[in-house]
Structure formats: structure tokens, C-alpha cells
């Protein structure tokens, strides 16, 4: 088949772009003939693929956002194609990845007479309001139910539009099976840090730190006793700049305890050698990053409104309510730090859990569902 793919930004470590690539990968595996639409590319191409950049001048997002949705549109009226899988909302797509939450369910907790002025507000709801609405054919690959639910509730979408895409870890990220490997692994992680066996390491994987509440984690780690803290190493891995809170960490006193390392290309040796992932998210529409650790045997801590918390739950993690309490996140990694045997429990819990989870065929299965879907429509 001949398929086009759209995506406003590429870059080699965000959670949208380890799925879009994984897609694109499966569907040239399956030799069908994709073009690429894109506004902006960093890092290399991925092979066997053909590229179109779509030009875009515009002073904010917003308007970058609408004039990539016009231009992408014209090009595909231009040339033919089976079918137009997206990756960011927009009209004309006759399949949608849905990483991200509903805009309009954050929009109404903002000022009811901004959402009426706003014209960004507006431009993102349309885009939004084009993918979901009750009588658009698009179909969606979403993560989570609760997700799903909220799509609903605001648009209507019908039932059978919708296909939910299993928990998904790259091959690569996966754990290796021998014991002695994975402690290998661990000194290596520890020796590369310089911290000792004894030492707490915390992980944190993200590619927006405000959004994904690095904030909050710095917070929670300066609350705890001085003795505490010098029992800890805190990383952060991810496509972002650390600005203010670099500035934090040292007003913490916790300057000489954490690592931004930026894009990390050896998740998998991180996630072996740690022993908790914290992830205090604002927002989360699933967090890839999650299952991630759980396939590789590591205790978790989330928000409440991640969409794979329950996820967590099931394999032992903790799971902070929702809204969230500061106090509540400071306390909980205390009280942990406080019983190091717990990470020993967590961690086996997490083991026995991950047994149970296809973490491996998620662009398999969405793949064959898009195939499905296309015959379908064709039909």
C-alpha cells in the first residue's frame, strides 16, 4: 500500500517519536511504500522511507500548527494515497495516533472568556474537533480507556472508531536474561555515575521536565533529612534544557546528587542499574516510559493521572492520588528511603507482574489493525 505518515516535529528520544518510528519501521518491514510529511527533523532519516518537508514560517506554534495542517492537506490532494496516518491532530487523517490527552478537557478548567478570545484555544480545539468528531471517519489508535473516556465524553466519538494499542517496549530496552549480566550492567551504570552499590538510584526519563513534573521530584528530594539525601543519586534523562531547574537543584542543596544526561541512547542500562523510577507527571496520556520500567523489573512512582498507572499498580508500583499532594509524594519516598528492603520487594513484585505483559508486539498489532482498517474502508 501506499501510505502517508504526518508529524509536525521528529527528534530520536520523545515518546510520540519512539512510536512513530516503530510504525514506520513495521510498515516498510511489511513493504509498504510511505512518505513521510514533517515540518521539523532532527537526527537522521530513518531508511527505506521517501521524506516532504513541509515549509513552515510562523511566529508561534499555533500558527505553525495551522499552516502545516493547510500545506500537508494541498500535498495530499496533489497525490494519491491509501491512507494518511497522523501523529499530531489535524483534518484529513484517516488514522490517528492519539498520544497526546484532550485538549479540550484541559480547556475547560482555563477562564471561560479566554477560551472565547484565545486564538490558540480555538485553533487546537478545531484541529482537535476534526479528528473526533461524531461524524469524522477518522479512526483512532489511543492508549488507556481512561484516555478513550474522555474523548468521548467531549466529542461523542463512536465505539467502533476506536483501537487500543497494547503497552509497547522496544526490543532493545528489554532486559537481558542472565542474572549476571544484569549486576554487570548495574556496576557499570554505578561506576559511570561514581556511586556505590549502596546508593539510591532514581531515574526519571522524559522529554518535557515541567510537564513531566521533574519539579516536583527535585521538591520531594529536598525535603528529605540531610542523611537521607546523601544516600541518593538522581537522573535525569531526556530532550530538554534544565534552565531553572538546574537553579533548584543547587537552592535544594542537591546540586552534587543529580544528573541531566539529555537524550539517553542506553535506557535499558539505566532502568537495569536503578532502583525506582519516579515520574510525578502533570500530564501523561499512557507513559511508554513507564512500561519500560516494569519490563525491565524497576519499582515505579506515578501521578495518578498517568494512563498507565493502573499499569503501575497491577505490577506493584505506587501510584500517588490524584490531584496531587507535594506532601504526600515527599512522604512516600521517605518512608521508602527510610526501608531499603522495600526496593527488594517492589522489585520482585514488578519481575512476577512483567511476565504476564505482551510488552513486545504493540506495532505489530496496531499494524495490522491499520491494514485492516484500510481494506476495510476500500471494501
Same mark, same amino acid.
Given at each position: 500500500m501506499k501510505l502517508a505518515f504526518t508529524i509536525f516535529k521528529y527528534f530520536p528520544f520523545g515518546g510520540l517519536q519512539l512510536d512513530f518510528k516503530r510504525l514506520l519501521l513495521e510498515g516498510l518491514r511489511r513493504g509498504h511504500e510511505i512518505t513521510v510529511l514533517y515540518d521539523r527533523w532532527e537526527g537522521?532519516? #530513518?531508511?527505506?522511507?521517501?521524506?516532504?518537508?513541509?515549509? /513552515?514560517?510562523? +511566529?508561534?506554534?499555533?500558527?505553525?500548527?495551522? #499552516?502545516?495542517?493547510?500545506?500537508? *492537506?494541498?500535498?495530499?490532494?496533489?497525490?494519491?494515497?491509501?491512507? /494518511?496516518?497522523?501523529?499530531?491532530?489535524?483534518?484529513?487523517?484517516? +488514522?490517528?495516533?492519539?498520544?497526546? *490527552?484532550?485538549?479540550?478537557?484541559?480547556? /475547560?478548567?482555563? *477562564?471561560?472568556? #479566554?477560551?472565547? /478570545?484565545?486564538?490558540?484555544?480555538?485553533?487546537?480545539?478545531?484541529?482537535?474537533?476534526a479528528v473526533f468528531k461524531k461524524d469524522a471517519p477518522t479512526r483512532i489508535l489511543y492508549l488507556t480507556e481512561q484516555q478513550k473516556a474522555v474523548y468521548q465524553q467531549h466529542y461523542g466519538t463512536q465505539e467502533e472508531r476506536f483501537f487500543e494499542v497494547p503497552p509497547g517496549v522496544d526490543p532493545s530496552c528489554m532486559p537481558p536474561d542472565d542474572p549476571e549480566e544484569r549486576k554487570q550492567i548495574r556496576r557499570k551504570i554505578r561506576t559511570q555515575f561514581g556511586i556505590s552499590q549502596e546508593t539510591v538510584l532514581l531515574v526519571q526519563i522524559c522529554s518535557s521536565f515541567r510537564t513531566k513534573g521533574v519539579d516536583r521530584s527535585l521538591k520531594a528530594l529536598g525535603a528529605l533529612p540531610e542523611p537521607l539525601k546523601q544516600k541518593i543519586c538522581y537522573v535525569i534523562a531526556g530532550n530538554d534544557k534544565p534552565g531553572k531547574l538546574a537553579l533548584l537543584a543547587e537552592k535544594l542543596n542537591l546540586a552534587d546528587k543529580i544528573h541531566f544526561i539529555g537524550g539517553c541512547n542506553y535506557v535499558r542500562d539505566l532502568l537495569t542499574g536503578a532502583d525506582l523510577m519516579i515520574h510525578p507527571a502533570r500530564e501523561e496520556a499512557a507513559g511508554n516510559v513507564l512500561a519500560e520500567a516494569i519490563a525491565n523489573h524497576l519499582p515505579v512512582i506515578c501521578s495518578g493521572n498517568c494512563g498507565y498507572a493502573p499499569l503501575v499498580a497491577q505490577a506493584g508500583g505506587k501510584v500517588l492520588t490524584n490531584p496531587f499532594s507535594q506532601m504526600e509524594f515527599s512522604h512516600l519516598l521517605e518512608d521508602l528511603l527510610i526501608s531499603p528492603e522495600m526496593f527488594a520487594e517492589l522489585k520482585a513484585e514488578a519481575a512476577a507482574n512483567a511476565q504476564h505483559i505482551d510488552f513486545l508486539h504493540r506495532a505489530e498489532k496496531t499494524f495490522d489493525y491499520i491494514e485492516e482498517s484500510i481494506q476495510h474502508a476500500g471494501n
Open positions: 537522521s532519516f #530513518i531508511e527505506g522511507a521517501k521524506y516532504e518537508k513541509i515549509p /513552515v514560517l510562523a +511566529i508561534s506554534n499555533r500558527m505553525k500548527a495551522q #499552516i502545516f495542517e493547510k500545506k500537508a *492537506n494541498d500535498f495530499l490532494k496533489q497525490h494519491h494515497f491509501d491512507a /494518511v496516518i497522523g501523529f499530531n491532530r489535524m483534518k484529513g487523517l484517516d +488514522i490517528y495516533f492519539a498520544a497526546d *490527552n484532550c485538549f479540550r478537557e484541559k480547556s /475547560v478548567r482555563k *477562564n471561560p472568556l #479566554i477560551k472565547l /478570545v484565545s486564538p490558540r484555544y480555538k485553533t487546537y480545539e478545531q484541529m482537535e474537533h
